[in-house]
Nanobody
């Protein structure tokens, strides 16, 4: 069974920074991709950032230049460094991972989410 546990959310003023962490119950290299999604009240869940097993990154346009995704290559943790936060970044942030055969089924795995609130 795969578990993803997020931490690092909280309340911050606009312009501030937070770093989210996602600890997986498997090594990061058991996944083809890991990343972060977010869901604001009344909105659909959207991709924020992903990093593939090869190290390629992808960001939604609204966070480019402000957020950075990284991983602990020696372990099982993925990070999302969020700088210059804006009120519109307020959402529940979910860690996401896509399993990598033969280590794991090619399924999507999700964490429980961590709340990020940015005050104006």
């Amino acid at each position: 069974q795969v578990q993803l546990v997020e931490s690092g959310g909280g309340l911050v003023q606009a312009g501030g920074s937070l770093r989210l962490s996602c600890a997986a119950s498997r090594t990061i290299f058991n996944f083809n991709a890991v990343g972060w999604y977010r869901q604001a009240p009344g909105k659909q869940r959207e991709l924020v950032a992903t990093i593939t097993i090869g190290g390629s990154t992808n960001y939604v346009d609204s966070v480019k230049g402000r957020f950075t995704i990284s991983r602990d290559n020696a372990g099982n943790t993925v990070y999302l460094q969020m700088n210059t936060l804006k009120p519109e970044d307020t959402a529940v942030y979910y860690c996401y991972a896509r399993g990598r055969p033969p280590f794991l089924a090619a399924s999507d795995y999700w964490g429980q989410g961590t709340q990020v609130t940015v005050s104006s």
